[in-house]
């Protein structure tokens, strides 16, 4: 299996611009997680899908982040407009149903907001 | 809510010595305490982990107590190696198997194993 992939893996874009990352969990996976890495802040969840359906968005930051689950195999996450406070590593992760907290993680997205 | 505190956020050790990282954990509730290892560049990876109705698990050079009296748990890194260096994160959550439970992650350790 190639584990979870995310796209890009580095995003630079000026304030103000949209940004969306992209996540494909692993094949038969049902859970997906969206976590955001700081320095300052550890690794955050954002926001968890099971079976495509959010189940809990109370880690989005705020309106302008917004996450998506059309289909079982992609996920994307999007800040409109961006700042610069965004500038963070993205990750995704997936987990199967009965082993949830088992979570595989993809390579992270490094956004930088300028 | 729960809340994680790991130390130290730096160790540097040399070849072949042991490391400890130690976790406290807030909320009794609790039940599953993973750890993850992230190298640079790339996601974090599970390690090992451990469930509340066991004290102790070994794999291989690595180990990991739990004390639920205390709520701390600890990782244990045996004769370490170069390609150990790395960030490693404990987590606890109160959910596991189908239940749901966040993962709550501390905030890391910088492991530097020096040859």
């Known amino acids: 299996d190639a584990g979870v992939i995310q796209s890009p893996r580095h995003e630079v874009t000026e304030m103000g611009q949209e940004v969306t990352l992209r996540c494909k969990p692993i094949?038969?996976?049902?859970?997906l997680f969206w976590y955001r890495q700081t320095m300052m802040r550890g690794l955050e969840l954002l926001i968890y899908?099971?079976?495509?359906?959010?189940?809990?968005d109370s880690g989005m930051p705020e309106d302008r982040f917004s996450a998506k689950m059309p289909n079982a195999s992609f996920s994307t996450l999007k800040i409109q407009p961006s700042e610069p406070r965004d500038s963070a590593v993205y990750f995704c992760?997936?987990?199967?149903?009965?082993?949830?907290?088992?979570?595989?993680f993809g390579p992270g997205t490094r956004l930088t907001v300028l | 809510g729960e809340n994680v505190e790991q130390h130290p956020s730096t160790l540097s050790v040399q070849e072949g010595d042991s490391a400890v990282i130690k976790c406290t954990y807030s909320?009794?509730?609790?039940?599953?305490f993973p750890w993850y290892k992230q190298e640079l560049g790339k996601g974090p990876q599970l390690i090992i982990d451990?469930?509340?109705?066991?004290g102790e698990k070994k794999d291989q050079r690595i180990a990991v107590t739990l004390n639920k009296t205390a709520k701390h748990f600890s990782l244990h890194i045996t004769e370490t190696q170069p390609e150990d260096s790395a960030v490693y994160f404990c987590?606890?959550?109160?959910?596991?198997?189908?239940?749901?439970?966040?993962?709550?992650f501390g905030k890391g350790t910088k492991l530097s194993v020096k040859p």
């Open positions: 987590a606890a959550s109160t959910g596991y198997g189908g239940s749901q439970g966040n993962l709550i």
């Open positions: 992760a997936s987990s199967v149903a009965g082993k949830y907290n088992e979570q595989f």
């Open positions: 094949s038969g996976h049902d859970y």
């Open positions: 899908f099971n079976n495509n359906v959010p189940i809990d």
């Open positions: 909320d009794s509730a609790s039940n599953y």
């Open positions: 451990i469930r509340s109705n066991v």
